[in-house]
Nanobody
Framework: QVQLVESGGGLVRAGGSLRLSCAHS????????MGWYRQPPGNQRELVAT???????NYADSVKGRFTISTDNAKSTVYLQMNSLKPEDTAVYYC?????????????WGQGTQVTVSS
């Protein structure tokens, strides 16, 4: 079973910064992409940012220019650098790892970490 461990959440004032980290235990050769999703209170989970093993990134319009997704060289850890935080960024943030095996996708999720931005 693939395990994902998240860290870096917390309480920050508007305009501040946080960096989230997520380490996975899966096969590097089968890794297709990693991403960050968030779920605000009372709302559905939404995509924040994704990155493929080739380095292609994708961001939600609401975070473009403020958030940056990246991986380490070994592709064992994904990061989310969050700058210029706003109260509407408050949510539980989840890390996702997608693996591709024989044309089938397998998704694994982290435990979630709370990010709270005060005004």
């Amino acid at each position: 079973q693939v395990q994902l461990v998240e860290s870096g959440g917390g309480l920050v004032r508007a305009g501040g910064s946080l960096r989230l980290s997520c380490a996975h235990s899966g096969s590097i050769s089968r890794l297709n992409a990693m991403g960050w999703y968030r779920q605000p209170p009372g709302n559905q989970r939404e995509l924040v940012a994704t990155i493929t093993t080739g380095g292609t990134t994708n961001y939600a319009d609401s975070v473009k220019g403020r958030f940056t997704i990246s991986t380490d060289n070994a592709k064992s850890t994904v990061y989310l650098q969050m700058n210029s935080l706003k109260p509407e960024d408050t949510a539980v943030y989840y890390c996702k790892a997608d693996f591709l095996v024989s044309a089938n996708h397998y998704a694994y999720w982290g435990q979630g970490t709370q990010v709270t931005v005060s005004s």
